[in-house]
């Protein structure tokens, strides 16, 4: 299925200097589109943006406030919706503020995306909402319950969405079950950064990684450049796809201690990883089924594991 041309479309990105959104915006500029960003730069950085300054519109602005959302939306014909509050931990931390941004920011975006006329939303979701199904692969229709409040927030958007859905028809959205998305921009400073980044960021400073648990918990890692083809792909797909969520991954999962290895090769060497208690909220086993994706939106991952850490590598280490 072939990715759309976005010449003379008026889309927005909401969370567009954040690391998935930035990836996003510059696809969306590279095929011709007309981008506007929204983004509070809580998470987000404005030097993901520099290079395309004059190209775009920036709006500084937060998702919890519905008239932000409306300015916005005018005038869009389609909304990247990725803005969120992202990690397991920080929800279980403070789950009032996942809640209200993911939720109740999302729900902002929906109808302000309503009241603009604009045609279609495609929203980022996560593979949290699969919770304690012990099922691999995880497959759409196949969840459990929500394991932390950032998961239990993915579901609810899902929720929202098939509820606008079938309030208003005109309105079609598409949402996007990511699988640990990586790859160059992804921060890794914080007490809430993802696993690749700090374990490059360990390996860079002489230090040994931190692993949660005994690390045979396993994930499916996808490059956040398939995760942007899907964005594009949704943006352009079918009636008989809409209206529904669909997983984006590598398709393959790999255990956190592997991970830490092949880091480590990438980094030139360095110390054994160091083992603290699990998390609370974590998964254990993580694996997409991707038939889905593959029929309905054309998805098909591109960049294995052992490229992606390769281009990871470049970025963090600065090659």
Not at 183 to 204: E, L, S, T
Not at 301 to 310: F, K, Q, R, S
């Amino acid at each position: 299925m072939p990715i759309p041309a976005m010449n003379g479309v008026s889309v927005l990105v909401t969370g567009g200097a954040g690391f998935i959104g930035s990836h996003l915006v510059d696809a969306l500029v590279e095929r011709g589109g007309r981008v506007r960003v929204l983004d509070n730069f809580a998470t987000g950085l404005a030097s993901n943006l520099d290079h395309l300054d004059g190209k775009i519109e920036v709006i500084e602005g937060d998702i919890r406030d519905l008239a932000t959302c409306q300015r916005a939306c005018d005038g869009t014909r389609v909304v990247f919706h990725q803005a969120a509050l992202g990690s397991v931990p920080r929800s279980v931390k403070d789950p009032a503020t996942s809640i209200a941004v993911n939720v109740g920011g999302t729900a902002n975006i929906f109808a302000a995306a309503r009241d603009a006329g604009t045609a279609r939303v495609v929203y980022a979701s996560s593979s949290s909402v699969y919770g304690d199904s012990p099922t691999l692969p995880k497959t759409e229709g196949d969840e459990g319950k929500p394991l932390s409040p950032y998961a239990t927030s993915k579901w609810m958007c899902e929720e929202l969405a098939a509820v606008y859905g079938l309030s208003y028809p005109d309105l079609v959205f598409v949402g996007l079950r990511y699988f640990n998305v990586y790859g160059p921009r992804q921060r890794p400073d914080g007490p809430y950064a993802a696993v690749i980044p700090k374990f490059f960021d360990a390996y860079r400073q002489g230090q040994a990684p931190k692993i949660h648990g005994d690390g045979e918990q396993s994930r499916d890692f996808t490059y956040v450049l398939d995760a942007v083809r899907a964005n594009l792909l949704a943006s352009g797909a079918g009636d008989d796809a809409c209206g529904r969520a669909y997983n984006v991954a590598g398709g393959r999962r790999i255990t956190v201690n592997e991970l830490a290895a092949r880091v480590r090769e990438a980094s030139g060497g360095g110390h054994e990883p160091e083992h603290g208690p699990p998390r609370p909220g974590d998964v254990r086993h993580s694996l997409a089924d991707l038939s889905a994706s593959q029929r309905l939106l054309g998805y098909q991952p591109e960049t294995g594991l052992d490229v992606g850490i390769g281009l990871a590598a470049n970025a963090y280490l600065g090659r």
